[in-house]
Each structure stands twice: as structure tokens, then as C-alpha cells.
């Protein structure tokens, strides 16, 4: 059975600091994606990674795959009040199973 | 574009009772999968459907089912609530399992 652990599964930071959010599995998958959730919405794409060592920037969002395709990690740079939200990865083993969430990582950004 | 759709937002339902919900996918999605997200287990996954056949399922009991139409809207139902399914169902549709558009989802409150 595939599972995904987050950590930390809360954060709580002020306004202008830096955060990493990691995601880490014993198994291999074919992607992973990072989502981001605000409180009674479904969650937002923000980034999808298929190549082991890849590392994709979103503005002040930098994530990683790891190399064996079993983990990951999202870094926020100055984070802002608007980050705030449940970050969630997500992963496939192949590309026609089913994608399953990891807990989540709360984040809240303190002006 | 049309993003996904789901129906009803909000419902309150009886122990012992049905529910149907809806989502009409953004067009030319094939694949429509459902999750239920409550505080303490995360996003857990249902079933996916693609073109109208179940192609992946979770581990849920028999309780839950569902189905899609041949213009890929999709429907599950839930018979016999119990108050443990009272929760945030999230739809999503894709082209691939590389990354979901989620509807805003149902909140189910089972009392």
C-alpha cells in the first residue's frame, strides 16, 4: 500500500521567513503533484513533478523531486499572509492508478 | 473555461438515510474521481471513473458507490448514512492522473 507522509503538519511563521515542507514515501512514484487548500474549497494545483531530481520555481515556490522518485519537498522564500492554506503532495505509482493525498502541512503566515 | 462543478454545497442529512451527489467535470475530462476529506483522516480516495467505467477504487464499504454518464458527469451515492460520513467529498477531473481540478466540494453533515 502506497502512503505519503508530510512534515512538518503544522507550521506557524512570521511574515518575511523562509519554510520547507517535505514529503517522503518508501515507495516510487510516477509523479507528484502539490496542492494547495483554503478552508471550505477544494484543493488548488500549484505544481506537478515527473523526473527524478527535477526542480520547478513558482515565483517564491521552489519544489523538488527527489532523485529515487520517492519524496519531495516545497521551499516558500519570504513567506506572505496569502500562503496561508493546507499544502498537500500527491502521488501516482504509475499513470493509470489512483492518486492518493498525504496528510497535509497547515501553514499560517503571521503578518 | 468552466471549472468543476459540484451539487448540492451544502446538505444535511438523517442516519439511515441516501445521498446523491454530483459533478459535471470541466469538458473534454474523461476521469472523474472522488475523495472524502474529514479533519482526522486527510483526503481519502473513493473510486475514479473513466469514460463511464470504474478504474480504480478505494477502500471503502459497499455503501458507496458510483457512477459516470457518457458526457462524463458523475454521480456517487452513499445509502444508509452512518454520522461517521459527515465530511467534505471532493470531485475532481483530469486528463491524466499528472494533476486534478477539483471542484469546491459538498459538505455532507450526517446528524
Known amino acids: 500500500t502506497q502512503l505519503l507522509e508530510q512534515s512538518p503538519q503544522f507550521l506557524s511563521i512570521q511574515e518575511g521567513e523562509n519554510l520547507t515542507v517535505y514529503c517522503n514515501s518508501s515507495?516510487?512514484?510516477?509523479?507528484l503533484q502539490w496542492y494547495r487548500q483554503e478552508p471550505g474549497e477544494g484543493p488548488v494545483l500549484l505544481v506537478t513533478?515527473?523526473?527524478?531530481?527535477e526542480v520547478k520555481k513558482l515565483k517564491r515556490l521552489t519544489f523538488q523531486f527527489g532523485d529515487a522518485r520517492k519524496d519531495s519537498s516545497l521551499h516558500i522564500t519570504a513567506a506572505q499572509p496569502g500562503d496561508t492554506g493546507l499544502y498537500l503532495c500527491?502521488?501516482?505509482?504509475?499513470?493509470?492508478?489512483?492518486?492518493?493525498f498525504g496528510p497535509g502541512t497547515s501553514l499560517s503566515v503571521i503578518p | 473555461k468552466a471549472g468543476v462543478t459540484q451539487t448540492p454545497r451544502y446538505l444535511i442529512k438523517t442516519r439511515g438515510q441516501q445521498v446523491t451527489l454530483s459533478c459535471s467535470p470541466i469538458?473534454?475530462?474523461?476521469?472523474v474521481s472522488w475523495y472524502q476529506q474529514t479533519p482526522g483522516q486527510g483526503l481519502q480516495f473513493l473510486f475514479e471513473?473513466?469514460?463511464?467505467?470504474?478504474?480504480n477504487k478505494g477502500n471503502f464499504p459497499g455503501r458507496f458507490s458510483g457512477r459516470q454518464f457518457s458526457n462524463s458527469r458523475s454521480e456517487m451515492n452513499v445509502s444508509t448514512l452512518e454520522l461517521g460520513d459527515s465530511a467534505l467529498y471532493l470531485c475532481?477531473?483530469?486528463?491524466?492522473?499528472?494533476?486534478?481540478?477539483f471542484g469546491s466540494g459538498t459538505r455532507l453533515t450526517v446528524v
Open positions: 500527491a502521488g501516482a505509482g504509475t499513470s493509470y492508478d489512483k492518486v492518493i
Open positions: 475532481a477531473s483530469s486528463l491524466t492522473n499528472y494533476g486534478y481540478t
Open positions: 471513473y473513466f469514460s463511464e467505467t470504474q478504474r
Open positions: 469538458s473534454g475530462h474523461r476521469s
Open positions: 513533478v515527473v523526473t527524478g531530481g
Open positions: 515507495s516510487v512514484f510516477s509523479s
